[in-house]
């Protein structure tokens, strides 16, 4: 097995990761990332991204993240594709195993993994995403301006969502599987003082319908068995993320979502030399922008902490 000894070792291939290895490139670090099974992250699936300052005319998700990547690379950061199989954190230097044929040795190291939304499993969700299905109301419902959209999921994540898209689209369906919201009190509230917004009890999604212009409806069961179909321009899961954590979460602390905790406004873990930036521990903005600044803090903390260490 080769094995190799560095500074900073960058887990993750998104805004976060690529902005760690711009900062990391930057401060002398040497950084080597590993993109991981889907370089670029969740923005590669997003057709035109317009809330990311600096983009008069908004820019698509890929050549974004490609941008990004070329940036880190031409500043000297080691931008490599591979997947991390396991990890050793009980001790430093910290070790880590590529696609089980390379051990690296990392006196500090960045978890960027991201978090990936919950889908239904459907097929014809798969066939449309990105197309009207999406994941992120924030993110896409701009799309949606005087349209009709549907939320699915009975939590506050759904309700927020709901709510948001109810400034913008002309009619919300919320496709709720119960006859109760899970949302706290207060969200529930929002929800059934928004006019636009209808509740659909006692439902669940059989099928996305659309053609080739995209998302043109769904199809529903409720409870009883009766099937029925609504019009629509957009599909939104709002059903919660998942954090890619799995590998680390023996060491670092996780809540009880699994997203990774850190330290105040730091991104600094629970072990010292450890630090976690974007998705993975954000379970609340999940935003492109707020992912690249916390990559910008954890390269900071990690140059901080070299320093303290005298390893720089």
């Not at 490599?80 to 040795?105: C, H, K, M, Q, Y």
Request: proline share 3%; net charge negative.
């Amino acid at each position: 097995m080769e094995k190799e000894h560095l500074k900073c070792l960058i887990i993750g291939g998104g805004p976060a990761g690529y902005t760690a290895a711009v900062y990391a490139s930057r401060s002398g670090l040497a950084p080597v990332l590993y993109e991981g099974i889907q370089p670029g992250g969740q923005l590669t699936t997003t057709t035109e991204i317009e809330n990311y300052p600096g983009f008069e005319n908004g820019i698509s998700g890929q050549v974004l993240m490609d941008t990004m990547k070329a940036q880190a690379i031409r500043l000297g950061a080691d931008v490599r594709t591979g997947t991390v199989t396991s990890a050793d954190l009980s001790s430093r230097p910290f070790r880590i195993t590529v696609d089980e044929n390379r051990e690296i040795e990392a006196e500090t190291l960045i978890i960027a993994t991201g978090a990936v939304a919950k889908y239904l499993g459907l097929p014809s969700e798969e066939k449309f995403r990105g197309m009207g299905v999406s994941a992120c109301a924030t993110c896409d419902g701009f799309f949606y301006r005087k349209k009709t959209v549907a939320v699915v999921g009975g939590g506050d994540t759904a309700c927020e969502e709901a709510t948001y898209l109810a400034t913008i689209c002309s009619k919300v369906y919320m496709i709720v599987r119960r006859d109760v919201l899970r949302a706290s009190a207060a969200m529930q509230e929002r929800v059934m003082n928004t006019p636009n917004i209808e509740i659909l009890w006692n439902s669940n999604t059989l099928e996305v319908l659309g053609d080739d212009s995209g998302v043109t409806g769904a199809r529903l069961v409720r409870k009883d068995g009766e099937e029925y179909e609504i019009a629509i321009d957009g599909f939104f899961l709002a059903i919660g993320h998942h954090p890619n954590s799995e590998l680390f979460s023996r060491w670092v602390n996780v809540d009880s979502e699994g997203y990774i905790i850190t330290e105040g406004k730091t991104s600094r873990t629970n072990v010292e030399g450890v630090f976690a930036a974007g998705d993975v521990q954000d379970p609340l903005y999940r935003q492109a922008v707020t992912a690249a600044a916390s990559g910008c803090r954890a390269a900071l903390d990690a140059e901080k902490f070299l320093i303290a260490q005298n390893l720089i």
